[in-house]
């Protein structure tokens, strides 16, 4: 529905108005589209209002805003609502192109043509039923198709008209006309061939197919049959139209045919359809028994031959078989089957040989002529030992044979007198004697021929008798013997190059006597012995050297053999020893740090003394592993350790890995220490006076290597302080050190010089400076030394209060050890109270109430006590406990050897502890127990006070103020004496 909405005064469309719709039929669904220009289009949806017919509304137009304009209402606005427009095509097979009675498929569309759509959910009508009296069916296909199938049975092959009516509600019905016609439908027949060969006999697959020609379509389940020379034949249907025959060609005679094929089904017209069949002859062959016949002369035989037909492989038995023998033609009579038999005789013909030609006749069969071969022979025989079953003839070199032979008539069994009987064997030849009984022998003396195997070649002969011929196989044995090896000779040992002899026998056992001069050769792994020592009675002696280095068990095969002696072999035993041999070497070495080490070995054989250089020895460590000694030219094997090795001592395992050698292992210690020196001087006594200079000279060595140490670390301490150092005029050259002093007072002065280098070894030299004063100077000097020894000792007792005994103890500890935290140092521990003390304290607290006391000794020094034991040690612990030997250990502490280091106590620790475990009632001991020593005074440790006596030395004290202060420390104890050095600042590290 358009409407126009105009502003009268210009003309022109209003935009943008309102529109109200309404109908007092039902509610106006509507969709409102702008076109412009004061146009509007109203789309309403007629299904809403239900039904067809005029329906009616009203439609306001109106615009608010300026320009101002009024509204517009238009009442009654008819709109008549009709049934859609539709279309109904139907679509039919062709006329004729159904079978009479098959049911009729007609295709329905129903359309609305209106909007170009397919209608869905039409009721279809039809006057089928009431037209023709059959029934149908109606299905709906979707997108508007229908599908009618109507039942043909009875119906004509005429036409059928009738109608189909499609409704639906708001559409308009439709109606179409349709018309169909059944019919017998054509078909054709399409062979593969249109003419077949075949051979009398052959079997031919005969197919074809039927097709409709109209659609193209094959036509299955048709009755096809074939008709030939009178015989009907039925084809098998094979689906998609296809039918095969197989034919036997030799259902009829050969000749040229034309086979007619039928074909019909029902609502189908039949068809008939022929083509051309030519049948040959077959080919038949003649086969005979055998190409050639033997006829003994004035005799007859039997021949028989087999008709084959070779296109079926069957027999041929109609036939009519000839055959023609020197011009004369005799029938062959079937035997059965394909066989044919007849007899030919051979009187009056000469030995030689004839043709016979065979022919054969049949219908259906083409046969070739085949020739076999007559050949008349003579009369049979054979020859034969009077021992048939013999087979072999044996005789001992030096002895005779006796042959007995026969020479018989085979085909009349029966001996033949009179004939020609020779031998040949080897060399010899002669004849045979007939004796009474037609039988023939002779005695043949094999003296002259050697032990061997050969043919008894008998030949015998006679006219009109075949030549007869037998071997027979002789062996001439050789003399039998024996051999064997002495009981003392059949396992004898020794080791590499020692040489060994071996007696064997070889006895003629016939006649009981040894046999000289035979061939004798003895091999084994070593190689082909030289000839043996022969001495008489068949007595031979090797003499076998070792040139095997491996140990072992080794085969001495000895072979004996003489023309016409039996051969025979015998084997003795050789058994190869390792060979005994000593490493010679250090077990203990001492080298100087940074210097590679270089140990040399050497290995002997201990039968000839001589050096051993083909083995490979290795130096086995716990802490370096396996190292593999080198081969030097001059024969030892050397040991050679970088000069990296830190400070210690290395234990080695020296060995040599061979099965050609039992060498012994021996061990090896390494101690890497620091450089050994010495110090030589002139004089140790220096006279001088106060003031002026003196040098004091010296020379440091180097002991291990021979030469003098430069760069070393001086350090000087003075008896007093009246001495004067140059330490700018100090020179060293190549080790030789000149130190430059003056003594400014009188007096012998003590100098120990300490000499220090890193890696060395230190030496201290003391030198005695006699430097000669006045009485006078020398009384003041006294008076001031004592004086001044006085004022000290005093105040170091004042001070020794103040500072310490006045301080609590553990206070003065702990300022000592922050002083040595600042001095970037380690603190040693203070003197407190044990552990064990401390226990005792608190178990006789607990133990008050029962008024018991526990003594210091009943209180366990150490709460868990710890040791980690060196592996040496741990592996004699193991092997005290086990029972273990030097080897077993030897193995084990070769698989410690691929541990870490840092795993071997503690695994064997384990392992012993398991062991102990397992034997603990054998081990059992009673726990040891370590007590803790106590803080004693340096009274009873002399060794601390000669220590603290050499530190005050070297920081320059006198020797009699060092007197003193050591006999103060005598009361105190090492703890009190460090804390109250610390305190008066001295600092003696």
């Known amino acids: 529905m358009e409407l126009s909405y105009i502003d009268y005064i210009t003309g022109t469309g209003i935009d943008d108005a309102t529109l109200l719709i309404t109908s007092g039929n039902a509610t106006v669904v509507y969709t409102l589209i702008r076109n412009g220009g004061g146009v509007y289009r109203i789309v309403i949806n007629s299904s809403t209002f239900g039904n067809t017919g005029v329906v009616y509304f009203d439609i306001t137009l109106s615009k608010v805003g300026s320009p101002f304009y009024s509204s517009r209402t238009t009442l009654d606005v008819p709109a008549v609502i009709k049934e859609i427009q539709t279309s109904l095509i139907a679509e039919a097979p062709h006329a004729g192109s159904t079978a009479i009675g098959v049911p009729i498929n007609v295709l329905l569309t129903f359309s609305d043509y209106d909007h170009g759509d397919f209608i869905e959910g039409a009721v279809i009508l039809t006057d089928w039923t009431v037209l023709f009296g059959t029934s149908y069916s109606i299905i709906e296909l979707g997108e508007g198709n229908y599908m009618i199938t109507l039942n043909m049975t009875g119906l004509l092959s005429e036409k059928h008209e009738f109608h189909v009516w499609a409704e639906k509600a708001f559409y308009q019905d439709a109606i179409a006309t349709v018309s169909i016609q059944p019919g017998a439908s054509t078909v054709e027949i399409y062979l593969e061939k249109t003419a077949y060969y075949a051979d009398w006999g052959q079997l031919l697959n005969i197919t074809f197919q039927v097709r409709e020609p109209y659609y193209n379509t094959p036509v299955t389940g048709m009755a096809a049959s074939l008709v030939w020379d009178g015989m009907p034949y039925l084809f098998t249907d094979i689906g998609n139209g296809y039918y095969t025959l197989i034919l036997d060609s030799s259902d009829s005679d050969f000749g040229i045919y034309a086979p007619q094929i039928t074909v019909t089904k029902q609502f189908y017209q039949q068809r008939q359809k022929s083509f051309t069949l030519i049948v040959t002859k077959a080919t038949g062959q003649i086969i005979p028994e055998v190409s050639l016949y033997q006829v003994v002369i004035g005799t007859s035989t039997g021949l028989q031959v087999y008709l084959n037909d070779t296109i079926n492989g069957g027999p041929v038995t109609t036939a009519t078989v000839t055959m023609e023998f020197n011009g004369t033609i005799y029938p062959m009579i079937n035997s059965g089957g394909g066989y044919f038999d007849a007899v030919l005789p051979v009187s009056g013909f000469a030995i030689g040989q004839y043709l016979l030609t065979i022919r054969a006749l049949e219908l259906n069969h083409a046969f070739l002529e085949t020739t076999v071969d007559i050949r008349v022979v ?37 001996l033949i007198s009179g004939a020609n009987v020779t031998y040949v064997l080897g060399s010899l030849t002669g004849s045979l004697t007939e004796l009474g009984n037609h039988t023939y022998i002779t005695v043949i003396d094999v003296s002259s021929l050697a032990s061997q195997s050969v043919y008894l070649r008998l030949t015998a002969t006679k006219a009109g008798y075949a030549t007869a011929l037998k071997s027979i196989i002789v062996t001439i044995l050789p003399i039998p013997t024996e051999a064997g090896v002495a009981e003392k000779d059949s396992l004898q040992s020794g080791v590499y190059g020692q040489t060994l002899f071996y007696t064997f026998y070889y006895n003629d056992t016939q006649h009981g006597t040894g046999i000289n001069g035979a061939n004798v050769q003895a091999t084994w792994d070593g190689g082909t012995l030289a000839p043996p ?7 031979y002696v090797f003499t076998v050297v070792l040139t095997l280095t491996t140990p072992g068990i080794y085969d001495l095969v000895v072979r004996f053999d003489l023309t016409n002696y039996t051969a025979r072999t015998v084997t003795a035993r050789i058994e190869i020893r390792p060979t005994p041999a000593t490493i010679f070497g250090v077990n203990q070495y001492s080298s100087p740090i940074n210097d590679t080490i270089e140990i040399t070995y050497e290995v002997l054989n201990n039968l000839d003394n001589s050096q ?22 001059s024969g030892e094997y050397m040991l050679r350790l970088p000069g990296t090795l830190p400070y210690g001592i290395y234990r080695f395992d020296i060995y040599f890995s061979t099965n050609k050698y039992e060498i012994a292992p021996i061990q090896l210690e390494v101690e890497v220490r620091r450089v050994l020196t010495s110090y030589s001087v002139v ?16 020379t440091f ?29 100090m020179t060293d050259v190549n080790g030789d050190y000149t130190l430059t002093f003056r003594s400014n007072l009188g007096g012998t ?16 030299i003391e030198f ?7 009485p006078a100077a020398q009384f003041q000097q006294q008076l001031t030394i004592t004086g001044g020894f006085g004022v000290l000792i005093v105040a170091l007792l004042i001070v020794g209060y103040v500072k310490i005994w006045s301080i609590p103890i553990l206070i003065r500890a702990l300022d000592r050890m922050i002083r040595t935290l600042r001095k970037h140092r380690i603190p040693s521990s203070p003197k407190v109270s044990t552990r064990q003390a401390l226990a005792m304290a608190i178990v006789n607290e607990d133990l008050k109430s029962v008024k018991l006391v526990k003594p210091l000794e009943d209180i366990a020094p150490e709460p868990i006590i710890t040791s980690v034991p060196e592996v040496n040690e741990l592996l004699e612990e193991l092997a005290s406990i086990t029972g273990l030997g030097e080897e077993e250990i030897e193995a084990f502490r070769a698989d410690l050897s691929r541990m870490k280091a840092s795993e071997r106590p503690g695994f064997l620790k384990e392992v012993i502890d398991q062991e102990k475990a397992r034997r603990a009632d054998v081990l059992a001991k009673p726990v040891d127990v370590v007590t803790a020593p106590e803080d004693i005074l340096l009274v009873d440790l002399p060794g601390e006070l000669e220590d603290l006596r050499k530190k005050l030395l070297k920081k320059g004290m006198a020797s009699e103020e060092i007197d003193i202060i050591i006999q103060e420390a005598k009361s105190l104890s090492k703890a009190d004496i460090d804390a109250l050095l610390d305190s008066l600042g001295i600092d003696l590290d």
């Open 683 to 698: 004089n140790l006594t220096i006279p001088t006076q106060p003031g002026p200079a003196f040098n004091i000279e010296f």
């Open 533 to 539: 020592q022969t001495y008489g009675n068949g007595t």
């Open 378 to 414: 003579p009369i049979y025989t054979t020859l034969n030992l009077a021992d048939a079953d013999t087979t072999l003839i044996t005789v001992y070199f030096g002895y005779v044979v006796s042959v007995l032979a026969i020479y018989n008539d085979t085909y009349n069994i029966a």
């Open 612 to 633: 051993i250089t083909d083995i490979i020895g290795i130096a086995s460590s716990l802490q370096l592993g396996d190292i593999e000694l080198e081969l030097q030219l």
């Open 749 to 764: 002065n003590l100098i120990k010089i300490t000499i220090e280098k890193e890696g060395y070894y230190t030496q201290v």
């Open 768 to 774: 005695t400076i006699q430097s000669d004063i006045s």
């Open 701 to 729: 060595f180097d002991d291990d290597h021979g030469i003098g140490i430069s760069g070393a670390d001086i350090t000087l301490e003075y008896s007093n302080s009246s001495l004067f150092y140059y330490a700018n005029l």
